[in-house]
């Protein structure tokens, strides 16, 4: 079983929408979780990170974590054409000091 | 300007010949770590580095060394490298890794490599 999954997509989105990327992780105990985001040939950017249950925003970007689900989404509101990029889901477990990446799920904001 | 460098940014090298990435971070960052990206495996970690002279085995660390004798440098050797090694290779930095907040990860630029 993967430490982290996510949905390769594609993901279309139209200009102006709600774009929804979900993650599933497997260790129970993982304490930290981020979302990246990465154009083609670049390296990752940080765009949230988030640590408890529950909402997190940050302008257009809100990650949501659900623990008990093992789920953690991220929403890019009012979605851009230079939203169009892989996102990936990372997560920390609580009782170690690696990092586990989902193979991404690449997004298409459509003009 | 707060970054992570790599250097060389892109290689070509052949079977068995001695290389070494390096990677620097000037943001005073404890916590270091070497990751590959291979298409459909998405960023594997090779090896970390919790502070200096502390250095710990990622999920893919066959093939590499590390060493991190000062903070702010922690390079990627390879000793004889081969074919399967072609990838691109991305120095990660963060504060820490026991405190949320202080293990926000920042990337270098990557280093592609190919092994013929």
């Known amino acids: 079983q993967k430490e982290v999954e996510q949905n390769s997509g594609p993901l279309s989105v139209p200009e102006g929408a709600i774009a929804s990327l979900n993650c599933t992780y497997s260790?129970?105990?993982?304490?930290?979780f981020f979302w990246y985001r990465q154009y083609s040939g670049k390296s990752p950017e940080l765009i949230m990170s988030i640590y408890s249950n529950g909402d997190k925003e940050d302008g257009r970007f809100t990650a949501q974590l659900n623990k008990a689900s093992q789920y953690v989404s991220l929403l890019i509101r009012d979605s851009q054409p230079s939203d169009s990029a892989t996102y990936l889901c990372?997560?920390?477990?609580?009782?170690?000091?690696?990092?586990?990446f989902g193979t991404g799920t690449s997004l298409t904001v459509i003009p | 300007e707060a970054q992570v460098t790599q250097n060389p940014r892109y290689l070509i090298t052949v079977t068995g010949k001695k290389l070494t990435v390096t990677c620097s971070q000037n943001?005073?960052?404890?916590?270091m770590s070497w990751y590959r990206q291979d298409p459909g495996l998405g960023l594997r970690q090779i090896y970390y580095?919790?502070?200096?002279?502390?250095?710990d085995k990622g999920d893919v660390p066959e093939g590499y060394k590390v060493s991190r004798k000062e903070k702010r440098n922690f390079p990627l050797i390879l000793e004889s490298p081969s074919p399967n090694q072609t990838s691109l290779y991305f120095c990660?930095?963060?504060?820490?890794?026991?405190?949320?907040?202080?293990?926000?990860?920042?990337f270098g630029p990557g280093t592609r490599l190919t092994v013929l």
């Open positions: 990660a930095s963060s504060f820490g890794i026991t405190r949320t907040s202080y293990n926000e990860q920042f």
């Open positions: 943001m005073n960052h404890e916590y």
């Open positions: 580095s919790m502070n200096v002279e502390v250095t």
């Open positions: 990372a997560v920390n477990k609580g009782t170690g000091n690696q990092f586990y």
């Open positions: 260790d129970r105990g993982s304490q930290s």
